[in-house]
């Protein structure tokens, strides 16, 4: 089955930083994969999907790239805001979505 | 404004009562999904559906039962077989085919009073 690791579960970062939010996944065989961001109490919001066959994806500050064979994925956050400040989440797609369970981000000002 | 609605944002169940969950999509996905959320747990697989009169289990389909009698509604109820029914309930979508994206709803929170 497939098991997909978010690390770190936390992070606290000063307004300004980079960052970089890692997601691990143990079978390569997947179609794609999605990072969301979830702020407290409130559902998915999409960020990025990435197909099995493209190694990253960008979105303004946003930048996801994608490692099938390692089984790897980072999302990258250039010049955090306090904004950004929420639950991020990656899912690789198979039949069924598999989720990790988050990295919880704070951006202090 | 095309989306995935989810009512009611709360719910509150007594012991022994069946409660169902509302999700409505006008995107036009044949695909759609309910996803239980729990404290320090990734999402986890109710059921999900990807055509009109077909639905399949999930990982925790005990205690929940589906009906997928039109393409835009997938209402989820929870029986009093499920016996820890607190969560966060959240409902997806997306096209056929299992290289589409992926959207959610804002879900409903339930609590076992």
């Known amino acids: 089955k497939q098991e997909v690791t978010q690390i770190p579960a936390a992070l606290s970062v000063p307004e300004g930083e980079n960052l970089v939010l890692n997601c691990s996944f143990t079978d390569s065989a997947i179609y794609n994969l999605q990072w969301f961001r979830q702020d407290p109490g409130k559902g998915l919001t999409s960020l990025l999907l990435?197909?099995?066959?493209?190694r990253e994806q960008t979105s303004g500050r946003l930048n996801a790239s994608l490692d099938k064979s390692s089984g790897r994925s980072t999302l990258y956050i250039a010049a955090s805001q306090p904004g950004d400040s929420a639950t991020y989440l990656c899912a690789v797609s198979g039949n069924q979505f598999y989720f990790g369970t988050g990295t919880s981000l704070t951006v202090i000002p | 404004d095309g989306g995935i609605t989810q009512s009611p944002k709360y719910l509150f169940r007594k012991e022994g009562q069946n409660v169902t969950l509302s999700c409505e999509q006008n995107l036009n996905h044949d695909a759609m999904y309910w996803y239980r959320q729990d404290p320090g747990q990734g999402l986890r697989l109710i059921y999900y559906s990807q055509i009109v009169n077909d639905f399949q289990k999930g990982d925790i389909a005990e205690g929940y039962s589906v009906s997928r009698e039109k393409k835009e509604s997938f209402p989820l109820t929870v029986t009093s077989a499920q016996k820890n029914p607190t969560a966060f309930y959240l409902c997806?979508?997306?096209?056929?085919?299992?290289?589409?994206?992926?959207?959610f709803g804002q879900g409903t929170r339930l609590t076992v009073v």
């Open positions: 990435i197909q099995s066959s493209q």
């Open positions: 997806a979508s997306r096209q056929q085919g299992l290289n589409t994206e992926a959207f």
